[in-house]
């Protein structure tokens, strides 16, 4: 089967896959997931995506600092591993950084400070950006237009937000990434993947998390990103192939991906 689907933010290196993450990895390939993009959330888990991300040609690794692992000030010696990290070769983007306000105890200056620290990195460094966003969009925002750059562009993972919120994100030069949510009840989200360009959206399953209709409740895996772009196709004009050929065509482009890795199973 021809590679068909990407997967631009699963957390396939975690350890809710360790015990089987080959026989996850064949289902993929299966299925005609031909890209895969592995995020860190912190050093250690950075690493482990670079890891798996060199064992395969079609996965590649982010390295990130996830704000809820920000729990104290950001030092200059984490941010200066982390750059060394994200210099690694099949490391194409800085994520996942981002605001969580979701959660109570976490310092909300100590996490816009690291993510600023990590915008900077991105922008230094020349790639893109693979944003969360919890319950803090005003400041998302506002952080955004204040470290307004050229060459800032990158993503919005696992859009929550509105049609207004996705229209401002992408005036910053971010694409809007679909997780499986678009499959729940009352989603905003087929409004907002109807409402903007095709050439701005992207495909995702946040996996192990947000398993999509009709495998909710079960562990999210990178072969279930075929049921979120069904969604996404559903909810725009264009044939079912043309949705599934951009989607994949806006992953490689933003993370600067060859069309040359192999795409056959």
């Known amino acids: 089967m021809m590679s068909r689907y990407a997967d631009v933010h699963c957390h396939l290196s975690f350890p809710e896959f360790d015990s089987d993450r080959d026989v996850v990895i064949a289902r993929m390939r299966e299925t005609g997931v031909g890209l895969l993009i592995d995020p860190g959330t912190d050093a250690a888990s950075s690493r482990r995506s670079i890891a798996l991300a060199d064992q395969h040609d079609f996965i590649y690794a982010n390295v990130g600092l996830h704000p809820s692992e920000v729990r104290t000030p950001c030092t200059p010696e984490l941010i200066d591993e982390l750059a060394a990290l994200a210099r690694a070769k099949k490391v194409v983007g800085i994520g996942e950084i981002g605001l969580d ?7 909300r200056e100590n996490q816009t400070e690291a993510f600023r620290e990590m915008l900077r990195m991105a ?3 020349d790639l893109p950006v693979v944003i969360h966003c919890r319950d803090a969009w005003q400041d998302m ?8 750059s050229s060459n800032l562009r990158g993503m919005m993972h696992c859009f929550s937000g509105d049609l207004d919120i996705a229209r401002q994100c992408i005036k910053f030069g971010l694409k809007i990434s679909v997780p499986g949510t678009i499959t729940y009840k009352k989603s905003p989200l087929p409004e907002v993947v109807a409402s903007v360009s095709l050439n701005d959206l992207l495909s995702e399953t946040d996996a192990p998390y947000l398993s999509p209709v009709p495998m909710r409740g079960k562990r999210n895996e990178p072969a279930y990103v075929a049921h979120t772009v069904r969604a996404v196709a559903d909810s725009r004009p264009e044939p079912f192939e043309a949705v599934t050929d951009a ?3 806006n992953a490689r482009k933003l993370f600067g991906i060859p069309d ?3 795409g056959c199973v």
Request: glycine fraction near 4%.
């Open 123 to 125: 922008i230094s460094l």
């Open 101 to 107: 306000y979701h959660w109570p105890g976490y310092d």
């Open 141 to 148: 925002l506002r952080v955004l237009d204040e470290e307004r």
């Open 260 to 262: 040359t890795v192999s």
């Open 247 to 249: 989607l994949v065509t």
